[in-house]
Nanobody, 124 residues
Framework: QVQLAESGGGLVQAGGSLRLSCAPS????????MGWFRQAPGKEREFVAG????????AYADSVKGRFTISRDNAKNTVYLQMNSLKPEDTAVYYC?????????????????WGQGTQVTVSS
């Protein structure tokens, strides 16, 4: 069974940093584009950042540009989301996802595999 497992969430004060990790089990996602999404209470799940298999194409939501950095270590089969200068509005459950595309896709329906999510809470 294929699973994606996120880790690294937690409670942080505004202006602080967190690094999320996503490691799949059951298979390798070496040919997959990986994405990070988030969902706040009462809101729809939204795209945060995405990266292709080679790392040659990366995309960010406007709300996180300049603050978040997505990266992947294919040798470790792990994708990361470094989050700096966190704001209270970044509070959400963060999900990683994998989709078999050669480009970054921002829509949730395009992704085949999802993790269970990790809570990020930013206090003011």
């Amino acid at each position: 069974q294929v699973q994606l497992a996120e880790s690294g969430g937690g409670l942080v004060q505004a202006g602080g940093s967190l690094r999320l990790s996503c490691a799949p089990s059951g298979r390798t996602f070496s040919s997959y584009a990986m994405g990070w999404f988030r969902q706040a209470p009462g809101k729809e799940r939204e795209f945060v950042a995405g990266i292709t298999w080679t790392g040659g194409s990366i995309a960010y939501a406007d709300s996180v540009k300049g603050r978040f950095t997505i990266s992947r270590d294919n040798a470790k089969n792990t994708v990361y989301l470094q989050m700096n200068s966190l704001k209270p509005e970044d509070t959400a459950v963060y999900y990683c996802a994998a989709g078999r595309y050669p480009i970054v896709v921002v829509t949730t329906s395009a992704y085949d595999y999802w993790g269970q999510g990790t809570q990020v809470t930013v206090s003011s």
